[in-house]
Every structure is written in C-alpha cells, then in structure tokens.
C-alpha cells in the first residue's frame, strides 16, 4: 500500500513536470504543451487568439478575467496550429485578421514562447504591444525596476487615470521603461522557488522611435500583473509607425533559474517556419567603419532607419563599429554623442556584403564664455534628473523644483533645472559675473522635449530675445510621465553687442507657450544644455 501510495505521487509529480510535446484541440482551443523538463503548457482561443492559460510546472499563471494577447485583443481571429518539423520540432500558431498577423512559437524542449506580428496597419488601439497577464499573487514583484511601476493598493491618482499614489509614492506603468538601446530583458517573479517571467527582444528593428525610445515594460496593478512587449505607441511618437513588416522576433521566458541572458535567445529557426517578413541573416548585410569627433566621455551611437527598419550599435571607445546583420535598402544614418545628434549620411545596404561607411562629427566648437550641462541629448545632472524616470515631478522624494537662481561659478550642475514648467518654476535665473565686454555672442539653449508648445525665450541684461516659433508638436505628456526624448530643438539666441557688461549679468529663461495648463501639466521644456559662448 504504501509503495503504491509513493509510485501515485511520484507519477502526478511526473506528469506535471515531464509532459509530452504537441498540441490538442479541446473545443474550439489549442491546448499546447511544449514538451520541456519545465513543464509549460497554455491554451490559446481558436475563435480570439487569446491566450486563456498559461501553466507551469503544473501551476496556472493566466488571470482569469482577461486573456494574454496582442494589442488589447484581437476581439476575432482566424487560428491554425501546425507541427513543423526542421532543426528541431516546432509548434506554430497562426493567428489572422485583415491586418495583421500573430504567431506564437514552441520549440520542443523549451519553457519558451517565441512571438512576433506581422502587420499591414496599425491596431485600431493605436498602440502595437504584447501584454501577458498574469497572476499577482504569484508574480507580483518586477524587475528591474522594483516597485517603481506597481500600482496596486493605490489611494488615490495624480494624473488621468495611468499615475497613482502608493504609500505615499507615486507611482505608474510608464516608470518601468527602458530605452531600446539598453533593453536586454524585464520580468516579473514571485514565489518560493522564484520563478520568472520574462520579455525578451534581441532586436527592435520594426518598432519605431529610435535607439532611446522607451516604453512601459511591467506593471503589478492590483488585479493582474502585467508583463510587455512595446513595439509601436503614441507615449512621445517621434516617428511614424512601421507597417508591412515583421514585428520581432520576441522571446517571452519561464525560468526558475534566475533571470534569463537576451544573447542565449537564438530565434534563427524562424527561417524555417514560413514566417511572413522574417529576413534570415543570409539575406541581410552589414555597415562598417569608424565614427570620430566624439570624445569617449560620452556613449558613440550610430543608428540606420528608413521606412522599413532601424538599427543602432555602441560604438567603441576609439569609434570603431560593426551593424547588427540588417535588412537590404538605403538608410540614413546618424552619430549621437550620448543622445545629443552631431552628424548625419546615407548608406545603402546590400545582402551578403559589408558596407564601409565612416562618419564625422560636424559639432563646431565656440569659445564659451561657460556652458551649464553638457550637448549629450539627456538632462544629466541636472536638479530632478535622477529621479524623474521612476516618479512623478510632484513626488515628495523630488527636491524643490524653484523658481531656480543659477550662479554661474558658485552654483553646482545639480541645482539648476531639469525642466522649466510654466506655473511651478518659470523663469529660471542665471547670473554671471565677466571680465571684460565680449561684444556680439550667442547663448544656445538645448532642449531634449517640449510639451504643449512650450520654448525658451530669453532676457539678457535689458535685451529680450525673440519669441521662437512653436517646436513641432507632439502629441503626449512627456516628463510628468517620465520621459524626456523628443525631436531635440536646438534655440540659438543672437546677442547684440553691447548687451553684455563687464561685471554682473543676468539672463532669464522662460516658457513661452499660446497654452495654459495647471501646475506640472503646464507647458514646459527639458533641458539637454546652456551655453553662452562668442564665435
């Protein structure tokens, strides 16, 4: 009896963990098992394409009131599951509308779920992700940004419906973003044996924005966490959408072995499956050369887009870089120092061949009289800067945002403002002290984003500059929601000779917008870098 009391849990711990590899039909679902040591088993809808169920090792992951899918749910889709048999055994699911097109890849052996989506038009949502939503009590901690993004047990909203206050944090989705350039790999995990799951995505070569577009990668919200994919949205679009191409490959992983390394996802084998858009290697070339004029202080980037792809590598510290393996065509091509751009060429790509392209910095240099930050395209540094990607700007863990008076000489980098809002610290003040009468100069204000038409206008001494024309607009709450990337506008205000004095000066900087708004949904600008200089 007690043998066979011992050989009946040893076979329902078995069969939970050790399953077979294939897929049935049950009704009108896909009961698919992709046959690995860690048993991961999911149902997909045959009439929706919604994931309905996701078990591992036995246990059910999926909440249950909505399904994990694409976009916000297809609503109705035409589903097919087939077997492919190649380098190893596949399971491929289909899902088709009229304009786009899911898949979802097992490969045997593997606690793995391989994605991607061809589309011929964007989701009437507007935004193109994939979203898993799981279980909270299961999964309910993210990584890597912590409890930044978990807005579960909220008291109370900040900003429209998408910023909460938490224990007295503020808290929201889009503070879990990564800029694409860095995203490696974003999880969410709980448990007693930790078991994560994860988003992985090698490349973004359909998504839109560029290397340092960002977007929401995790959120515990209370009634399900939820794990994303972002490949195109309106959360600060600087680009238009990318359709008629495949969106990924894209890996979402079950591990209890800690967080999985995105280099070990291999997604060569879509080759083999009939994919529509996929581009094996074999069909794609390379870009090659040196980048120079860009001190190693700051990251060298190199990037390629056009209609179709967009593509970027880190250059090294000597300039020399190498493309990831890109699809044929002609590409502009760009050199960032950091983020802030200092050149721009074409290239064009051919398949089976590496391309030799160098490129410059065409940055010309002043004689500055100072500078206050650095032309990196980001607001290091400055006051509020280290924390805004994760908090609301009226989070209490925020330093006073002023108004700001800014000594040159006496003043650090960190107390001037990151970003100047117009009804909480408009204007800024900077005051300076020069030896002599410089004549003629120019200050140039960089800023990396503006919303709601927002732009800087100077006073120097007695002078008033000109009022700018509005910056192209964009149509998203920017830094309230921590981002701060945008078109990058670069203001150059002429100063008249005899403007400056030997002595004490005094400059203001304010926003000028033909809008209003309340406190830090006011219009208002981001600063990248403040230069005063003479030519």
Avoid at 107 to 119: F, N, P, T, W
Avoid at 136 to 147: H, M, N, Q, T, V
Wanted: proline share 4%; hydrophobic share 35%.
């Amino acid at each position: 009896m007690l043998f066979q009391v011992l050989f009946l849990c040893l076979f329902a711990f078995s069969s939970s963990v050790f399953a077979a590899f294939g897929f049935t039909k049950s009704g009108s679902n896909y009961v698919i098992d992709a046959g690995s040591s860690e048993a991961l088993v999911f149902t997909v809808s045959g009439s929706s394409c919604d994931v309905t169920s996701i078990k591992y090792r036995g246990v059910e992951y999926q909440y249950s009131s909505k399904g994990t899918h694409i976009s916000s749910g297809l609503g109705s889709a035409t589903v097919s599951v087939t077997t492919v048999k190649g380098s190893s055994n596949f399971i491929k699911v289909t899902c088709t509308t009229s304009t786009l097109t899911h898949y979802m890849v097992v490969k045997e052996g593997q606690s793995i779920i391989y994605l991607a989506d061809y589309i011929s038009a964007e989701p009437d949502i507007g935004e193109l992700r994939f979203i898993a939503r799981l279980k909270p009590d299961l999964l309910p901690s993210e990584y890597p940004y912590g409890s930044a993004s978990t807005t579960g047990g909220s008291s109370s909203t900040v900003e429209g419906s998408d910023v909460f206050v938490v224990d007295g944090q503020t808290r929201s989705k889009f503070y879990s973003s990564t800029r694409f350039i860095d995203e490696n790999v974003h999880c969410v995990y709980g448990g007693s044996d930790v078991v994560h799951a994860c988003i992985m995505t090698p490349q973004q070569e359909s998504s839109s924005g560029g290397p340092f577009f960002r977007d929401i990668d995790t959120n515990n919200a209370g009634d399900s966490t939820n794990l994303y994919n972002y490949m195109n949205s309106g959360h600060v679009q600087t680009e238009a959408f990318r359709t008629n191409v495949l969106h990924g490959p894209y890996v979402f992983q079950w591990s209890r072995s800690g967080i999985p390394a995105v280099k070990s996802a291999d997604t060569s084998f879509f080759s083999e499956l009939g994919i529509t858009g996929y581009v094996a290697t074999s069909g794609r070339g390379y870009v090659s050369g040196t980048a120079s004029g860009v001190s190693s202080s700051f990251e060298i980037v190199v990037h390629w887009y056009n209609s179709d792809a967009q593509y970027w590598v880190k250059a090294s510290s000597n300039g020399a870089f190498t493309s990831p393996a890109m699809k044929p065509g002609t590409y502009t091509m760009v050199l960032y120092q950091t983020e802030f751009k200092v050149a721009t060429s074409t290239v064009t790509v051919s398949a089976g061949k590496t391309t030799t392209a160098n490129i410059a910095s065409t940055l010309v240099s002043h004689k500055s009289l100072w500078k206050i930050g650095e032309y990196d395209g980001q607001p290091t540094g400055f006051l509020n800067a280290d924390k805004f990607l994760r908090m609301h700007p009226s989070d209490s863990r925020m330093s006073s945002w002023g108004p700001v008076t800014y000594t040159v000489g006496s003043s650090s980098v960190g107390q001037f403002p990151m970003a100047v809002f117009s009804s909480v610290n408009n204007p800024v003040t900077i005051k300076f002290d020069l030896d002599s009468v410089p004549g003629a100069a120019t200050l140039r204000i960089a800023t990396t984003l503006s919303f709601a038409g927002s732009r800087p206008q100077a006073k120097v001494n007695s002078y008033t500059g000109p009022a700018p024309s509005a910056p192209t607009k964009i149509d998203s709450r920017g830094v309230t929601r921590g981002a701060y990337r945008g078109f990058g506008e670069v203001y150059d205000v002429s100063i008249p000779s005899g403007t400056l004095v030997a002595g004490s000066n005094t400059i203001t900087i304010s926003s000028l917008s033909g809008s209003s708004g309340t406190t830090f949904l006011s219009p208002n600008f981001i600063f990248d870098c403040v230069e005063l200089f003479t030519s």
